[in-house]
């Protein structure tokens, strides 16, 4: 194509038929080369590369090419702040199609963003607020022909700043401003620069960085969650908003913490002892892994970040984010972070005679050359390997803790097997023989086609054997809900096995999952009767109005009594049931039974009743067995005390904060609780340090809460009960 120039500015047109699109999957460059001719040489000439493709927000959604686009990011550097050789390669396998670029990034950055129009990533454009007008629109200009451009990025945490509307679970309306005085002045500054970038580049959106809604663009919030959320809490955190009415903007959480952020990580007491009166370090990690770990806590910790990451990007992934990048402590990347040491690689890298003969003009991966060896031992991450005209020998990728979730939760392709509806988020694993098994397979296909799928289920446990072949056709874009029920087999002892999914699609693509399952025999086909052998005593029982009795769901006989005057002489047990011991209850009759050698078991109790000293609600998920030798707890083990079958009814379903709300920023707030199913104990009570008391089962962080305790007081014995008894296995 050719056209005289007249004056300054010529614009060439033209078509290009039967093009290939560009997308994360298939990168499509074309090259675009511009001439200047006089007299019939050509004296000046430039090229572009660049690709055709669309991008809109529409329907509440990212749409590239007409497809959903939803983004799994990473940052394109290690913690180092460099770019080694093979990273993109190493994201890709890791499932991510998006880079994550902070609107402190801006500077030059087109080396990046070309890289990333060749490897099939897609990312915003970091502008600084304080540029003048000149240079953004030099700025915008540059970047507009990437097609790995989705928009521009800038003024960071505008709402944010203002009020934490944004990090509340229950604040999901995608029109909601703040109102003060301030936020209104910020507002209108925002708008004035999202008109600003789109006079200059009309084709994308202009988005502030963490700011909450902005109409136009899409919700951008910072997803810190509080050190105090439970683990159901954190994975259904964006259930509230994946149902909210009327939705307008896609959601990205543009710095998504998989789980708590901690920064006090060692106590100032050092160390502590444990089990045998070993010492281990007292950090903050080990407390808060020991609420799901139990003392394997301290020898492996690394298994809670596992089970919270895991939880989170499953929470993700259900709920329909449409972009998030999972950041875990000063690592970016899901990585546990070192930058003290090479993590036991040995810096074997030299550099060559190719180094220093470079041409000016080198690409990405040559730019890190640049760093010298002793900065890489005290910086860097030995995790890629150098290319090998520098001399260094591969370095094999090694597996960690986190690679299945890379494998599954973070690729394009993700499927995983749920609990049914409408509480897929819990975990029920207890069951009864002939009860009904209900769960169910997620499957995302956040892939660019829709998928026909193949999924085997197995169930195993004992002797039984159920296996299902099924076949499903998952739209692009599409998050899949499919129903799986079996029946728990007839059991004689406590029998545990295993739900197995592995999906397959074509191409190859395998996906698997596991969810372990426990069947209990029934109470009535046990060896072992509720009553101990030869023990004929008698029980009375303690009721609170309105309350469901426990024995007589149990279908055990007792005598109701009250403590308005003197216990029956010939009472052997009492036992108070949940919510019985209210503060106008008369404790007097009780301690004098105690005293004269009484024996009295006690549920559940909040702490608005009588004994509400050192009750606190701490919605335990599991509890672990602190006395195996103890005959309340023969048969049992620690993973039958980890959540339980059905609503903990003695706590609320949903604990929701303040308007002002902002995760762990605000920690003397409260803390937000989106459900109270699955839960062990509501209340517990903090282990006593002094007295003739002995914690039967302890919870909570660093182990210091008790859910069940044994306590004598005079010739009396008293066990209080904490697990929550509206679940039909406790």
């Known amino acids: 194509m050719r ?44 090229q572009r590369r660049f690709g055709f493709r669309t991008f809109e927000i529409k329907g509440a959604r990212f749409m590239l090419n007409g497809n959903i686009l939803r983004l799994r990011t990473a940052h394109a550097t290690n913690v180092s702040g460099v770019m ?90 995608d029109t909601y401003y703040p109102e003060s005085e301030r936020a209104l002045k910020l507002y209108r500054f925002l708008r004035a620069r999202a008109d600003f970038f789109a006079s200059v580049d009309p084709t994308r959106p202009y988005f502030p960085h963490a700011t909450g809604n902005f109409e136009g663009s899409f919700r951008s919030t910072n997803h810190y969650p509080t050190y105090d959320l439970n683990l159901l809490d954190h994975a259904m955190y964006y259930v509230p908003w994946s149902q909210r ?13 998989v789980h708590a952020l901690y920064y006090d990580i060692t106590h100032p007491e050092h160390s502590f002892e444990v089990e045998e009166g070993r010492s281990v370090t007292r950090r903050i990690d080990y407390e808060c892994a020991a609420r799901y770990l139990g003392p394997r806590a301290f020898d492996g910790w690394m298994d809670w970040e596992t089970m919270f990451m895991r939880a989170s990007l499953r929470g993700f992934r259900l709920c329909g984010i449409d972009g998030f990048t999972p950041w875990v402590g000063d690592d970016c990347f899901l990585a546990p972070a070192n930058t003290t040491q090479a993590q036991d690689i040995p810096d074997n890298r030299r550099l060559s005679w190719r180094y220093f003969a470079l041409p000016t003009a080198q690409c990405l991966d040559d730019a890190w ?78 892939s660019e086609r829709d998928l026909d799928v193949d999924c085997r289920v197995v169930f195993t446990l004992g002797d039984h054997s159920d296996a299902r072949n099924i076949k499903l056709r998952v739209q692009q874009g599409e998050v899949l809900r499919a129903p799986v029920t079996l029946d728990a087999p007839k059991v004689a002892v406590k029998t545990t096995g295993g739900l197995a999914l592995t999906l397959t699609a074509p191409g190859g693509p ?77 404790g007097s009759t009780l301690e004098r039974y105690l005293q004269a050698g ?78 109270n199913v699955g839960l062990v104990a509501g209340y517990v009570i903090a282990k006593p340090a002094y007295g003739n008391i002995h914690p039967l089962l302890v919870g909570g962080y660093d182990l210091e809460e008790s859910a069940l305790l044994e306590a004598r007081s005079g010739k009396g014995r008293v066990i209080r009960c904490l697990p929550t008894t509206s679940c039909v296995i406790c």
């Open 369 to 446: 050359m640049r760093m010298c060896s002793w900065y890489y031992e005290l910086r860097a991450q030995a995790r890629r390997q150098w290319p090998d005209e520098y001399g260094q020998q591969p370095i094999e990728p090694r597996r960690c803790e986190f690679s299945d979730i890379y494998e599954n939760e973070m690729q394009p392709l993700c499927a995983f097997i749920a609990d049914h509806e409408p509480d897929a988020f819990s975990r029920e694993h207890t069951f009864y023989p002939g009860e009904t098994i209900s769960k169910q397979l997620v499957i995302a296909n956040d």
């Open 510 to 586: 395998e996906r698997t999952d596991r969810f372990e399952i426990t069947v209990f025999p029934r109470p009535s086909d046990q060896a072992r009767p509720w009553r101990a052998e030869g023990w004929t005593g008698s029980v009375g029982v303690l009721r609170s109005a309105g309350q469901p009795s426990l024995l007589e769901a149990m279908g055990l006989p007792a005598r109701v009594v009250a403590l308005d005057g003197e216990l029956p002489a010939d009472l052997d047990l009492l036992v108070v049931e949940r919510g019985a011991l209210t503060e106008d209850v008369d």
């Open 245 to 257: 009415e009327k939705p307008l903007l896609p959601y990205h959480l543009y710095e998504s913490g």
């Open 598 to 675: 009484g024996r009295v078991l006690i549920l559940e109790q909040t702490d608005k009743g009588l004994l509400d000293w050192r009750l606190r609600e701490r919605r335990l998920e599991a509890v672990f067995i602190a006395d195996r030798s103890h005959p309340a707890l023969a048969g049992l083990d620690d993973r039958d005390l980890a959540y339980f079958r059905g609503p903990a009814t003695i706590v609320p379903r949903e604990r929701r904060p303040a308007r002002f709300y902002r995760h762990g920023q605000s920690v003397a707030m409260e803390t937000p609780h989106l459900t």
């Open 84 to 173: 080694e050789p093979g990273r993109f390669d190493a994201l890709r396998r890791s499932g991510h199609n998006s880079i994550f670029m902070h609107a402190g990034h801006a500077g030059y950055n087109e080396p990046l963003f070309s890289r990333m129009d060749e490897e099939g990533f897609v990312g915003f454009v970091p502008t600084a607020r304080d540029w003048p007008d000149e240079k953004t629109i030099a700025e915008v200009r540059r970047y507009r022909s990437h097609p790995c451009v989705l928009g521009y990025v800038s003024d960071q945490f505008g709402q944010l700043d203002c009020n934490g509307f944004s990090h509340n679970p229950f604040s999901v309306s």
């Open 3 to 46: 056209k005289a120039v007249e004056g300054d500015t010529t614009t060439l047109s033209g078509s290009c038929p039967g093009f290939a699109p560009w997308s994360p999957e298939a990168p499509n460059l074309f090259t675009a080369r511009v001439g200047l001719m006089k007299d019939g040489e050509v004296v000046d000439e430039c």
